[in-house]
């Protein structure tokens, strides 16, 4: 008697839904995501060209970085400077690791002018509350539409821009 009452407690327990497993908060703004990213990104949750210039003690966006506003394309946005082109190109917005929070997975290209520099990934970035920045996860969905350089330079090119630069150095 007692084990078929256990029984049936088991299992009217294992059929009621859980809230959390379908309960997903977000601290994101969905709507303006592409300002919010500029805002509230830690760029030193990320390897990138900006870690040198890092900000001790302070927050670290592209914001405080003093970069101009971004340009808002159909998928994303970017950022450009006589030097330097940021783009980041959103790729979706939910809970990507299930774990309750929504999360913004983006190809972010970051890409010297004037220099030999050239770096594409993708990031999954999630906000754990209000008070906190967008950050970096280590996380990292698999996506094949940000693995490769799409215009790499020539050897010509390449080759062309040393000898540009040899002569401005002498």
């Not at 030097?83 to 999360?103: C, E, M, P, R």
């Not at 050897?155 to 002569?167: D, P």
């Amino acid at each position: 008697m007692f084990l078929r009452i256990g029984f049936c407690i088991l299992l009217l327990a294992t059929s009621i839904p859980s809230a959390n497993a379908e309960e997903v908060k977000s601290f994101i703004d969905e709507d303006n995501i592409e300002l919010f990213i500029y805002e509230n990104f830690d760029l030193m949750t990320i390897r990138s060209s900006f870690g040198p210039r890092r900000i001790s003690g302070q927050s670290n966006s592209l914001r405080d970085y003093g970069l101009p506003k971004p340009e808002i394309t159909k998928s994303g946005f970017y950022i450009a400077t006589d030097d330097w082109q940021y783009s980041f190109h959103i790729i979706g917005i939910k809970d990507y690791n299930d774990d309750g929070l929504i999360d913004v997975f983006v190809c972010f290209i970051d890409d010297a002018l004037k220099a030999y520099y050239y770096s594409q990934n993708t990031i999954l970035m999630t906000r754990y509350s209000k008070d906190m920045p967008l950050i970096a996860l280590d996380y990292q969905p698999h996506y094949d539409g940000c693995n490769e350089k799409q215009n790499p330079p020539s050897l010509k090119e390449v080759e062309e821009a040393l000898e540009e630069w040899r002569q401005r150095t002498k």
